[in-house]
């Protein structure tokens, strides 16, 4: 069908709705209650002419008024199902469609660009002082049709800093001055220090000029002091071991939707980098050892032979190899013996690099062939303080979720060459690397490894801004918290809360997921940036189906790997992938604040024959699991997904035949947000 509104993939959603508008309209003026097909689940209408002729045949009246009020029903809907089609726009998309930087189908748009950041970096770091310092260099190129006369840099330590600003507690002691930046130049040109200014994480150079296309080179010079306590995604982990991340100067994003981001770093919201190429050396003493994003490109100057064949083994085997063990840190013999060493690393079209580091760790390493069409194997590592029992099955947990993903969801290869999870004091993921906490249940330990580990594609293959819209990437990776449970730990029974959800709906706190982040607060900051937005997710694959959801999801994957989507460009990259106006369900669960709360109402029988209203008494629409348990211990459920409420009923009329005598209904599932679960049980 053509397209009737230009910003939207083509809207056939609302007219496959139509002739059940039209009959529900039609049957509430006569009261002519039937048993409506179009209530079916994804609103299948293959049968409606049996429906409009067995309607018809219960009253010739009925057939009357329905013809001649077809017109302006006709109308009337058109009008109310476009309206309900259109996502409210934002001014900065708005202007992004209008200099064709964005699709209004959900793809980059002709004229869509990015700037390119490649980073050279040289560090040493001190155990003993805490004392990181080094030299970056940065290559950048203007991509954008602007000319630049600023720049604007983020300097991340800086949340330690005595002045800034914070969201979250930082103990006295580990408060200092900063990253203090010995020497700046651009392009060989120092600039003077008025044009410099520092507040809090955010450094701006004034009076700079970079024109569309230029490229220029950055060179700073700097020291800070990691924080011994007050770990907040880094820092400190004990006394030899350290996890080092947003460590560097660097150029901040300039996107079309913003220009520069200017959003501060205060410990709450997370980041928002330009993809680029690092080459990175980490200069430490003899007797640690460093992991990090990318490859590690010296092993034979840094490790003895015998650790070399081990990783070069784990790098080619299904099983679990033990890199380093206690033992070894004992003897002592992992790495070359030398005061220093230097470890090179490098890493390809990604937005960051960490490291962790230690002199007492062990590393358990195994890999597996995550795209068979190359034979392309990525390897897997937890490396962990011995003592921490926790951690021991972790390398397993980490393995089952690089599987799930390149094989069950969403099925594409693992894109990168390893990934690590590193024992720190945390739960925060980085490009290829993970800092998890030793966590003290089997539960979170799953759950947590399985959450990091999957933010490989959100946000570092598919680049989302988590500065404005964390629900990007933390929706997808809470989802699969449960979603991949049954992969990552076969045969262990999941018991997954969503109370946060219920709790907070329609409070003063909660808002809508389309919130700016920064904007979110208090109990209701976790449901609407993580869990809402991906029980939403699992309510849409529900309704479309595995195959056709698992189809849209890649293609926006595939679309947007290396680049910067926004939601905008998500909700319709979607639509256009499934050929599904989801536009309505992005409307009430995204961009609207309601509440999910739905009801068991009247149930009547006649004989064998039951009919059972299920109400929304909320004002969000939430998938129909009704369980019907019978007196012999028997059960069944009906189910109906999300799209049964997409004509705006606030009714659903399910029938039910069975012979059993029913000793009560259950409504909802584990993941069923509802506020009220007091009127869900019936019984007769």
């Avoid at 085997?317 to 690393?345: H, L, R, Y």
């Avoid at 933010?455 to 809470?478: I, Q, R, S, Y």
């Avoid at 319709?572 to 509440?595: E, H, M, P, Q, R």
Wanted: aromatic fraction near 14%; charge should be neutral.
């Amino acid at each position: 069908m053509r397209s009737l509104y230009s910003g939207d993939a083509k809207i056939t959603w609302p007219l496959r709705l139509m002739p059940v508008c039209l009959l529900q309209f039609s049957m509430s003026i006569l009261s002519v209650f039937t048993d409506v097909a179009a209530y079916r689940d994804k609103f299948n209408l293959s049968d409606n002419t049996y429906f409009v002729k067995y309607s018809f045949a219960l009253s010739q009246q009925a057939y009357i008024m329905l013809n001649k009020f077809i017109p302006v029903i006709f109308v009337f809907f058109i009008q109310v199902s476009l309206a309900q089609s259109v996502l409210p726009p934002s001014p900065e998309m708005q202007n992004a469609y209008r200099k064709g930087s964005r699709d209004k189908n959900g793809a980059p748009g002709k004229s869509y660009w990015q700037n390119i950041t490649d980073y050279t970096i040289k560090v040493s770091f001190d155990p003993e002082t805490r004392e990181l310092k080094g030299t970056v260099a940065i290559a950048y190129t203007n991509n954008s049709p602007d000319t630049l006369n600023r720049l604007l840099f983020k300097l991340f330590p800086n949340l330690y800093q005595k002045e800034a600003m914070r969201t979250m507690p930082v103990l006295p002691a580990d408060l200092g001055d900063g990253v203090h930046i010995s020497r700046l130049a651009i392009d060989g040109q120092i600039p003077e220090k008025t044009n410099l200014i520092t507040r809090g994480t955010n450094l701006t150079v004034r009076k700079v000029q970079v024109l569309p296309g230029q490229h220029i080179q950055v060179t700073v010079d700097y020291n800070y002091q990691l924080n011994k306590g007050s770990f907040i995604r880094t820092g400190q982990v004990d006394t030899g071991a350290f996890f080092i991340a947003y460590f560097f100067p660097r150029l901040a994003v300039y996107d079309d939707i913003d220009g520069w981001n200017e959003y501060p770093y205060t410990g709450h919201d997370e980041f928002y980098n330009d993809y680029g190429r690092f080459n990175v050396e980490i200069t430490l003493p003899g007797n640690y050892l460093a992991w990090a994003t990318g490859n590690l490109l010296n092993p034979d100057e840094v490790y003895t032979p015998k650790i070399v064949k081990r990783l070069h083994d784990a790098e080619q085997s299904d099983g679990i190899t033990d890199v380093i063990t206690a033992a070894d840190q004992k003897d002592g013999n992992i790495t070359i013996p030398q005061k220093i060493n230097t470890w090179k690393f490098g890493a390809d079209n990604v937005t960051d690099f960490a490291f962790g580091i230690s002199n007492h760790y062990v590393w358990k390493a195994s890999s597996l062939m995550v795209e068979p069409k190359t034979g392309r194997r990525s390897r897997v590592d937890a490396v962990y303080n011995p003592e921490h029992e926790a951690y021991v099955p972790v390398i397993n947990y980490a393995r089952n979720t690089v599987k799930a993903m390149s094989y069950n969801f969403p099925g594409l290869p693992f894109p990168y060459a390893h990934e690590t999870v590193f024992d720190g004091l945390d739960a925060m993921e980085y490009p290829m690397m993970v800092n998890n906490l030793p966590f003290k249940t089997r539960e979170e330990t799953v759950e947590l490894t399985t959450h990091e580990v999957f933010h490989t594609l959100f946000p570092f293959f598919v680049g989302t801004n988590e500065t404005k819209h964390a629900f990007m990437d933390e929706g997808w990776a809470t989802l699969t918290e449960f979603l991949l449970h049954p992969l990552v730990v076969p045969g262990v029974p999941l018991d997954y809360d969503i109370s946060d959800v219920n709790k907070s709906a329609g409070t003063e706190q909660d808002v809508p997921i389309m919130t700016l982040t920064p904007q979110l607060y208090g109990k209701a900051r976790f449901a609407d940036k993580d869990l809402k937005p991906a029980l939403g997710y699992l309510y849409v694959k529900e309704m479309l189906g595995d195959t056709l959801f698992l189809k849209a999801l890649k293609q926006y994957i595939l679309t947007w790997q290396g680049k910067h989507p926004t939601p905008y460009d998500f909700f319709y990259s979607i639509n256009t992938a499934c050929g599904v106006n989801l536009n309505w369900f992005w409307n009430n669960w995204f961009f609207n604040k309601g509440i999910p709360d739905l009801a068991i109402g009247a149930v009547s029988h006649t004989g064998k024959n039951y009919t059972i209203n299920i109400k929304n008494l909320g004002t969000e629409v939430v998938p129909v699991h009704l369980t019907v348990w019978y007196v012999d211990g028997s059960s069944e459920v009906i189910s109906k997904s999300i799209a049964c409420w997409a004509s705006g009923l606030k009714t659903l009329r399910l029938k039910l035949v069975t012979q059993k005598q029913i000793k009560q209904l259950v409504l909802g599932t584990a993941f069923d947000a509802d506020v009220d679960k007091s009127n869900n049980v019936w019984r007769p």
